[in-house]
Structures are given as structure tokens and as C-alpha cells.
């Protein structure tokens, strides 16, 4: 973000709803980000829109009383799980609501604050069937529909008691719900609310998982938050770095060097905990490699960042000056 630091005439920009990366257009007075559908208005920094979520009129009754729910409508089906009494009736109009044919009912975002609200204190088993549907508006191509749910999970998500089915439909927004998750995840421990907490730090894995296009982003966005999160949330990041992130994505070393070289004045007691999430790396194959690698090192301030990177490679394999390394031997 180099040139949006010095040029106001910047071409691109982050979304301040996912962390994506957005071109700016001149023409273009509303970006809508095309990975969680945060609309931004373009002036001298991006900044969320963050308009009152829907409120309609309360669903109506089904027009046919039969327990047939494949004739019911989206709206009668809805009615049915709020006003329910038997969990059981409940579980199969919510199976029966989990169609894609459903997100494009019109009633729909009206109906949305009412139906998640619900399922904040419905019994574990409800909650899980009512999920479907806000997944399936995650998941939908159309960005209206997404962001309105990532809006409700914004809302939402933060109570307690809790949906985990909520969560388990926001770890399918791939990056557009990372970040959501993991402030979900920072709350909940700052409440003490620790089931709630690993529920959304799954799902913050899972997010990550299902991402193709950033999830360096993603992994990013995790990395800087390290030095501002304890226990758990911090745990699981330590975690999840050093494990390559567990979902087939190779870290970026000089990530977690930068990071090492701000901790080793900052907090101390990271260094540790960061180094074990560098792998050994192979040695130089030439020497313009290794003068490279060199100039690599040089560019950390602190003696910690230059030791652990010294630390986690191999040996070159080609004969190498040892003056050539000098720089770094202590007096």
C-alpha cells in the first residue's frame, strides 16, 4: 500500500470489508468487492457502506396446513420454524428451506435479522438444519445476497449465547468472512466464551481453505494479528502458521522474519513461538543465490530475525567465502 501512502491519486486499494485487493476506477464513484460484496465509496481511503439490514413484515402462515412441505413457500416454511414447537416438524421445514430455489424469494432479506436472531437460542440440532440457507446466500453468485448475509453475521455473530450453525455458514465465504471470524474469535475469549471461540477459529480454517485467489491475504491478515491476541486465538494462529497453514498454502518467509525483527523489541517472548513456524529452507545454488539471501538478512534490524533465518537454512552448495557472511558474526 506503498502508493496509497504517498499518492492520492492511487490506482489500487484494499477492501475494507475482506482485505482484497481492489483496482480503482476513476468512472467508478461505489466498488463492490467481488469476493465478499462490501460496497465501498471511493474517496481518499476505502470505507465499508453499512446500510440498516432489512426489516420486513413478519412471514405469513402456509396457505396449506398439511405437513407437505415440499408445497410450501419460503416465506410459509420460515413461519413454520419461528413459531414451531416441535423441533422435529422444525428440523424438516429447515431441510426443506435449504434449496438454492429459496435465496431468490423475495421476502427473503426481510425475513433474514428475524431468522438468524432465531437461531441464537434454538436447540443445537435446529441450528445446524437452519444454517443451509444463509451457506447457501454465502455461496451465491449474486453479491447482493452475500453481503446481506455477512452484514447479519456481522450482526449476530456477536452474542451470547451464540449460533454455531452462523458460523459454520460464514466459514463458507471463503476470504469475503475471514476476518469477521477472527474478530467473532477475538471477542469470544475476551468474554470468556471459549466453545464459541474454537467454533470460529474453525472457521476461520475453513474459510481459508475453500479461498483460491487470496488466501495469501488471508494468511496474512493472521500473521498481524499475532502481537495483539492471547491465549487461544494466538495459540491457534502459532498453530496454524507453523503447520503451513494446513490447507496446502507454503508460508511466506520473510513474513514471519518481518515479524520476528518488530517482536524482538515489541514482545520478546514471540520470538520463540514465530521461529518454530519457520521451516528449514534448502541452501543457495549459486553464489548470485546466496549473495541474495545475504542481502535478504542484511535488511533485518534485529540480531533475533538475523538468527533465526541463519538458523533455518541449509548449507549453499557451492564453496562460499566466509567473509562474505562476516556481516552477521557478533564481536
Known amino acids: 500500500m506503498a502508493e496509497l501512502e504517498h499518492f492520492s491519486d492511487a490506482e489500487r486499494a484494499y477492501c475494507p470489508g475482506c482485505g482484497a485487493s481492489l ?34 413484515p413478519p412471514p405469513k402462515p402456509p396457505v396449506d396446513p398439511s ?8 416465506e410459509a416454511l420460515i413461519w413454520g420454524i419461528l413459531n414451531g414447537s416441535d423441533v422435529a416438524e422444525q428440523i424438516k421445514m429447515a431441510q426443506q428451506l435449504d434449496s438454492w430455489g429459496h435465496t431468490r424469494c423475495k421476502p427473503l432479506p426481510g425475513l433474514l435479522a428475524r431468522y438468524v436472531s432465531f437461531m441464537l437460542t434454538a436447540p443445537p440440532e435446529l441450528d445446524k438444519a437452519m444454517r443451509g440457507i444463509i451457506g447457501k446466500m454465502i455461496c451465491s453468485d449474486d453479491l ?19 449460533s454455531k450453525g452462523l458460523l459454520f455458514a460464514l466459514s463458507l465465504g471463503d476470504a469475503g468472512t475471514v476476518k469477521l471470524l477472527l474478530e467473532i474469535a477475538e471477542w469470544a475469549q475476551e468474554v470468556g466464551y471459549e466453545d464459541y471461540c ?3 477459529l474453525m472457521g476461520v480454517q475453513t474459510a481459508i481453505g475453500r479461498e ?3 488466501r495469501h491475504v488471508c494468511n496474512q491478515i493472521l500473521l498481524h494479528r499475532v502481537p495483539y491476541v492471547t491465549g487461544q486465538v494466538r495459540e491457534w494462529i502459532l498453530k496454524h502458521t507453523r503447520l503451513e497453514f494446513d490447507v496446502g498454502y507454503r508460508q511466506h518467509r520473510p513474513w514471519v522474519l518481518e515479524l520476528i525483527d518488530d517482536m524482538a523489541t515489541e514482545q520478546p517472548d514471540l520470538i520463540e513461538p514465530l521461529k518454530q513456524c519457520l521451516r528449514v529452507c534448502r541452501g543457495a545454488e549459486s553464489p ?19 538468527l533465526a533465518a541463519l538458523e ?14 562476516q556481516f552477521y558474526v557478533e564481536e
Open 67 to 74: 405437513k407437505d412441505y415440499g408445497k410450501w413457500g419460503c
Open 144 to 162: 447482493k445476497l452475500r453481503n446481506l448475509a455477512i452484514r447479519v453475521g456481522q450482526k449476530y455473530g456477536f452474542s451470547r449465547p451464540g
Open 23 to 56: 483496482e480503482l476506477k476513476a468512472e467508478q464513484a461505489i466498488m463492490t468487492c467481488q469476493y465478499c460484496g462490501s460496497e465501498s465509496k471511493v474517496v481518499r481511503r476505502l470505507r465499508r457502506l453499512e446500510p440498516e439490514l432489512p426489516d420486513g
Open 288 to 306: 548470485e543465490a546466496y549473495d541474495d539471501w545475504i542481502l535478504g538478512i542484511r535488511r533485518l534490524r534485529t540480531r533475533a530475525a538475523k
Open 312 to 325: 533455518t537454512v541449509r548449507a549453499p552448495h557451492h564453496e562460499t567465502d566466509p567473509a562474505r557472511a
Open 198 to 200: 474454537h467454533e470460529a
Open 212 to 214: 483460491r485467489n487470496y
